[in-house]
């Protein structure tokens, strides 16, 4: 069992960048493959980016790719996501997910994730 805890939202500016942190207790992350998704107002949930667990390979989703990375420290358990050139479309609340060999395939699955944080919201305004 794992517990995630996604922190670093807030409110930014247009053209703004922010980090998330996804930081894992009762366990290590590096165990697990991660995932971040997002959910804006009346929209599904969607997958932005996720990390395989034994080779390190990425998925990006499209509208992200070039402006997304999901940096990994292993010290400190945690998994972030850096976000650079944010628009209004990117707001939403941001999840971050956890799964046991995950190929990097199915990263973008949420089904595929065995535990989920509890969110944190992004909002873009100017």
């Known amino acids: 069992q794992v517990q995630l805890v996604e922190s670093g939202g807030g409110l930014v500016q247009p053209g703004g960048s922010l980090r998330l942190s996804c930081v894992a207790s009762g366990s290590t992350l590096n165990y697990y493959s991660v995932g971040w998704f997002r959910q804006g107002p009346g929209k599904e949930r969607e997958a932005v980016s996720g990390?395989?667990?034994?080779?390190?390979?990425?998925y990006y989703a499209d509208v992200v790719k070039g402006r997304f990375t999901i940096p990994r420290d292993d010290g400190k358990n945690t998994v972030y996501l850096q976000m650079h050139k944010l628009q209004p479309e990117a707001a939403g609340v941001y999840y971050c997910?956890?799964?046991?060999?995950?190929?990097?395939?199915?990263?973008?699955?949420?089904?595929?994730?065995?535990?989920w944080g509890q969110g944190t919201q992004v909002i873009v305004s100017s």
């Open positions: 990390i395989n667990d034994s080779d390190g390979s990425t």
């Open positions: 997910a956890a799964g046991g060999g995950i190929v990097t395939y199915y990263l973008q699955r949420a089904l595929m994730y065995d535990y």
